[in-house]
């Protein structure tokens, strides 16, 4: 028992000097509610493995100045970060401070009816190590962010690369495959738990954290901690039942804001006016198909693009409509604009407050911050990171994967 808490006390120190950087003795003392002696007795382990190296001296508080430490960005443990969305997915490594050892790459990947997405998927991720060379025995484990209702104690993602067996989770599944140590985890989940460690959320308590992307979902951090439920399921902010069209949505119901306010309905809407003769910039960009059309009416909006602005305008006061119910609901500190809408920047600001000014109690909105996520479209890939060290002992002490002692 003794040895099981030494050992969660050191994922603890490591945890922190993953999320905050350097940090000295005393601050993880109090960080931990630990004694500076058992802490020291940690950080020499974590330097005398590698893991961890000096960082200089803090700020002098009177007596003498106190040794930092930070992990070490030298040490050869990767984790590999995967981005998901219904029809491309985006994959990085990492070292241990977060920089970026290999360039991103991203493949087309449609999850729905997709019968060869699994494999295609495996692929994909074993080509990039390969192509990084990175050995096995250096990557610490792939965290996979991606649409769906996820069960994450179970490891099932319950919309996409189901199997007919039902023997296997989606989790077990790829870890089988890969023979590396796989987390997964809903995308909007995950961009939640970056905006929380690394983003426009670090500090706070309870903020809502409004995933932008060719749908609408929700991260939501409550008493500083994501909240997931019952399930796993909590935050299907885009099937509320918001919009005025009727239109039927993906989900089979009709009258959900996804149909109104996402960023795959604001480029059909372009697409839409451009047929009956509207003139835009809209319409050679998407002929040129250098990028996905969600990108392309973004760079246009910032360009000034009128057709562009009016159609990102549309959909984000839908959004700012179901914000103002999450700040009735929730009571949050703050909102975070994030994911790959985020991009639009201050042009979603304006009509989400708009949105808010008109459907939102006065008392209620003005003690709730919006915020645009300066992370944007690397959310999810840092969060899908974080997947990867906040389950490090687990793997560990399940398959002696890469044991903290070497």
């Not at 609408?216 to 796993?232: A, D, E, P, T, Y």
């Not at 949050?332 to 042009?347: F, I, M, Q």
């Not at 919006?370 to 997947?387: D, F, N, P, T, V």
């Amino acid at each position: 028992m003794k040895y099981e808490r030494q050992d969660q006390l050191k994922l603890s120190i490591f945890k922190l000097l993953y999320y905050n950087g350097p940090l000295s003795l005393a601050e993880l003392s109090m960080h931990t509610n630990k004694s500076v002696p058992n802490i020291t007795s940690i950080i020499n382990q974590l330097v005398k493995e590698g893991y961890a190296v000096q960082h200089g001296l803090a700020p002098s508080t009177g007596g003498r100045r106190p040794i930092k430490y930070r992990l070490n960005n030298k040490k050869k443990q990767y984790t590999v970060a995967v981005a998901m969305d219904q029809f491309v997915s985006r994959i990085v490594a990492y070292n241990l401070t977060n920089d970026l050892i290999s360039p991103e790459a991203s493949i087309v990947l449609p999850l729905k009816d997709n019968d060869a997405a699994f494999e295609q998927l495996c692929q994909f991720i074993r080509s990039y190590i390969d192509q990084a060379g990175i050995k096995h025995e250096h990557v610490l484990g792939i965290g996979i962010g991606m649409p769906g209702f996820i069960d994450v104690e179970k490891g099932i993602n319950a919309s996409f690369l189901r199997t007919d067996t039902g023997e296997m989770g989606l989790r077990d599944r790829l870890t089988q495959s890969l023979e590396l140590p796989v987390y997964i985890e809903n995308d909007s989940s995950v961009i939640a738990i970056s905006e929380l460690h690394f983003g426009a959320a670090e500090g706070l308590k309870d903020v809502m954290v409004v995933n932008m992307g060719w749908g609408i979902g929700l991260g939501m951090i409550v008493n500083g901690s994501l909240f997931r439920g019952h399930n796993g399921y909590a935050g299907e902010f885009s099937h509320i039942p918001l919009s005025h069209t009727n239109k039927l949505c993906s989900c089979g119901k009709r009258g959900c804001l996804e149909v109104d306010a996402s960023l795959l309905v604001a480029v059909e809407n372009a697409k839409q006016a451009i047929a009956g003769g509207t003139t835009s910039n809209l319409q050679k960009l998407f002929a040129e198909k250098r990028k996905a059309e969600g990108d392309l009416l973004i760079e246009a909006a910032r360009m000034g693009d009128q057709l562009a602005v009016e159609s990102l305008s549309d959909a984000a006061f839908m959004v700012g409509k179901g914000v103002a119910t999450l700040i009735h609901i929730m009571n949050p500190e703050r909102v975070v604009l994030s994911g790959r809408g985020a991009a639009a920047g201050k042009l979603l600001l304006a009509p989400v407050q708009r949105a808010i000014n008109e459907f939102c109690i006065p008392k209620l909105a003005e003690q709730t911050d919006i915020a645009i996520s300066e992370l944007g479209y690397q959310a999810e890939l840092l969060g899908a990171a974080s997947l990867v060290i906040e389950n490090f002992w687990l793997s560990h002490r399940s398959e002696s994967h890469i044991p903290l002692t070497t």
